[in-house]
């Protein structure tokens, strides 16, 4: 059987067209069954715009920090190579800074001390030394055993508190006040604060010695700078123990053979520093037996690795190797590390109620 459009047979001779009886008009206009230019031609003008433009569209909540404004990254801002930068909008970088005191949603629980230069916080997600996790490093020493069913000492649970070495388990960060890339005199920006918040920062280090020193640990602070960055510079200082200690030098140089890193012994002058390099630098403590019951600063000795731009440093490779000294399961991820708030509120009173500058 043939089927024909009415459509096309009203097109034809309507001559030949017999209607049966009691047949009504169409109340429909007879159209073409393509849409019209004019109906998806706001359609087809956005599809057109981006093609003409070429540039991807970011994801959502991207914005530009050029203009602050969203809908475009960075590289095809209209400001980018504008001559007045003067009059381009800031970014307030202390405002999303998760280090600066002034940001709102900074987790203010963790801080401990707070001095002139530099306030000192707890580490979220904390490398903890605990007597069980020495016993099992150490099988031959003195040290208590405790019960085989303790959580491990940096897991989501609830650890218990006594079997810290050090009093709130001592991982901190000294983290200076004001928002600075780097933390050692240079020879630009000179009018930062850096030389004083240096001598803060040492001064820190040296406190945190002198109480890990009273629980047979030794302090290995480390700092990953990148000069030219907007990043806020840190230092974290980690309580390693005593029977632990000669073992780090060596632990750090092992672990960057897999990257290729060039130890050497002198901090460069950040303004020899090309654009988005940086150098990673750890302070390892040296063990004078002759000096076991001074209570003078501990002598240290120092490992920096220089990175150009091109390199991609892990910023997680300090806590990677003190993880793997002190035996703690997945410590190189501070994620997987992180404690209850509550725990981590009593840890930050309990250290903070021992350290003394």
């Known amino acids: 059987m043939n089927v024909t459009s009415i459509q096309n047979l009203l097109s034809g001779d309507k001559s030949k067209l017999i209607e049966p009886p009691n047949t009504t008009d169409c109340p429909f206009e007879p159209t073409s069954n393509k849409r019209s230019l004019e109906v998806n031609s706001t359609i087809f003008s956005e599809a057109e715009n981006k093609t003409n433009s070429g540039h991807k569209q970011p994801p959502p909540g991207y ?132 030389d004083s ?71 460069p002058d950040p303004a020899s520093i090309v654009s988005n390099g940086g150098y990673f630098k750890v302070d390892i403590p040296i063990i004078d037996e002759t000096e076991a019951d001074s209570d003078s600063d501990i002598k240290k000795e120092s490992l920096i690795a220089v990175f150009d731009k091109d390199f991609r440093f892990d910023a997680q490779f300090g806590r990677k190797v003190l993880a793997s000294i002190l035996g703690i399961e997945n410590g190189g991820d501070w994620k997987a590390c992180v404690l209850p708030t509550e725990t981590e509120y009593k840890m930050t009173r309990a250290f903070a109620s021992v350290f003394k500058t």
């Open 63 to 194: 914005i530009c920090r050029i203009c602050n404004i969203p809908g475009h990254y960075i590289q095809d801002c209209d400001l980018k190579d504008s001559e007045n930068k003067s009059k381009r909008p800031k970014f307030d970088i202390k405002a999303n800074c998760w280090f600066c005191l002034s940001n709102p949603a900074i987790d203010k629980n963790l801080i401990a001390y707070v001095g002139d230069e530099v306030y000192l916080t707890m580490a979220k997600g904390m490398l903890i030394p605990t007597h069980d996790l020495l016993s099992k490093l150490n099988p031959l020493s003195d040290e208590k055993v405790s019960s085989p069913d303790l959580p491990n000492s940096n897991s989501k649970e609830i650890i218990d508190l006594q079997d810290c070495l050090v009093p709130g388990g001592g991982h901190v960060l000294i983290i200076p006040i004001e928002h600075v890339p780097y933390t050692e005199p240079s020879s630009i920006h000179k009018s930062q604060n850096v």
């Open 197 to 267: 918040i240096s001598a803060e920062i040492g001064k820190y280090i040296d406190s945190c010695g002198r109480l890990f020193k009273q629980y047979d640990c030794i302090p290995v602070s480390f700092t990953l700078t990148r000069p030219n960055s907007n990043l806020h510079a840190f230092t974290q200082v980690v309580p390693v123990p005593i029977s632990l200690a000669n073992s780090v030098k060596q632990a750090f140089i092992n672990y960057g053979e897999d990257d290729r890193l060039q130890w050497v012994n002198e901090v």
